[in-house]
């Protein structure tokens, strides 16, 4: 069964909506824990929108689950991030004006700075993985950059709405699957799902960790950080493929 990583990144968001110190992050990262988490992710972006250095050291020191950061390819960042050590960083596109990660890195235009990001990551012991579409060049691209996983973007799927598109959508990312093993990559996903439209997903038998964040913070609003987390975990169970 996949793993479970709980994207904290909305909880900061609400606490920058007035500059202030709640709600915190970290406390997010813990409720999370206890409600069954397998990993907690956040994204350090240049910018600080939401998460904070303050946020990545804290959550360093006291999550006990995976620890995943999604970052740019940014020098400063890749500093950070070699500081800091997290189980795993996650390699995303980041532009500014984007209300949040929209879509895959490119890794075939990128190549170059991105082989040298992954490479001083590697030095720093920390193992990075690809946000990408699955697209078999930029899956291969990928495999031949040094990633250790990609992350396969599920944001088409989950933004598909005409039943024909959700199916190529699915079927699309089970090719990704199969290319990703094929080159020996691990294959984990991620962005847009939500207690809705998990199952078919969850049901592909490939995926070995979803990073998911808007829709469990969106749903803790209501039941609670940890009974959120729980219901997510329940139906990753409930929709594991077999075996
Ligand atoms: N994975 C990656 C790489 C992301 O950038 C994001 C969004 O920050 C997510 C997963 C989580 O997406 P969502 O908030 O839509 O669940």
């Keep these: 069964m996949a793993l479970l990583g709980v994207n904290i990144d909305h909880v900061a968001t609400v606490r920058q909506a007035r500059r202030t110190d709640e709600p915190d992050p970290v406390w997010a990262a813990a409720e999370a824990e206890l409600g069954g988490a397998d990993g907690i992710t956040f994204h350090l972006r240049e910018d600080r929108r939401h998460i904070n250095d303050r946020d990545a050291r804290l959550l360093r020191e006291t999550v006990s689950v995976k620890l995943n950061m999604e970052m740019a390819i940014a020098p400063e960042i890749v500093d950070i991030a070699c500081d800091l050590k997290p189980a795993q ?105 939500t207690y809705r439209n998990i199952a078919p997903v969850a049901e592909l038998p490939g995926f070995t960790e979803f990073n998911i964040g808007h829709s469990i913070i969106s749903r803790a609003v209501f039941v609670g950080v940890r009974e959120a987390v729980r219901l997510m975990k329940d139906l990753l169970v409930r929709h594991a493929p077999p075996g």
């Excluded at 990001?117 to 697209?135: N, Q, T, W, Y």
């Excluded at 990928?142 to 709405?161: C, D, I, K, P, Q």
């Excluded at 199916?167 to 991620?190: D, N, P, Q």
């Design 89 to 193: 960083v996650c390699l995303v596109p980041e532009r500014r004006e984007e209300v949040t990660t929209e879509g895959g890195l490119d890794v075939i235009a990128h190549r170059s700075r991105i082989r040298k990001a992954v490479k001083r990551l590697a030095d720093c012991g920390v193992v990075a993985s690809a946000f990408i579409e699955p697209v078999d060049d930029q899956i291969n691209a990928s495999a031949e950059a040094g990633f250790h996983a990609v992350e396969l973007w599920t944001g088409g799927y989950a933004h598909a709405r005409a039943p024909s598109e959700v199916s190529e959508r699915l079927a699309a990312l089970a090719r990704g699957i199969e290319t990703a093993r094929r080159v020996g990559l691990i294959v984990h996903g991620g962005h847009g799902l």
